[in-house]
């Protein structure tokens, strides 16, 4: 078997791995705004603001994971 294929394949296996910690994340977010907006209905636009900021950030780590595995 060829060693660049092999290599290939670890990229992408480990882009797969780094990609569940941010959907983990955003997960967890998620039920947190959930929960919180359910407690208290009046703070429901403060806290998407909050969570769309936290969710980006998240979702920032996925993508430099992506170019990673291109670049590496």
């Given at each position: 078997?060829?060693m660049t294929?092999?290599?290939?394949a670890l ?8 990609a569940?910690?941010p959907?983990?994340g ?5 039920y947190?705004v959930?929960v919180a907006t ?5 703070l429901?636009?403060r806290?998407?603001?909050n969570f ?13 994971g992506?170019?990673?595995a291109f670049?590496?």
């Amino acid at each position: 078997m060829d060693m660049t294929l092999v290599i290939s394949a670890l990229k992408v296996v480990g882009y797969g791995l780094g990609a569940i910690g941010p959907g983990i994340g955003i997960g967890i977010a998620a039920y947190g705004v959930n929960v919180a907006t359910a407690r208290q209905p009046e703070l429901a636009g403060r806290l998407f603001t909050n969570f769309i900021i936290g969710a980006a950030l998240a979702e920032a780590l996925a993508l430099i994971g992506f170019v990673l595995a291109f670049i590496m």
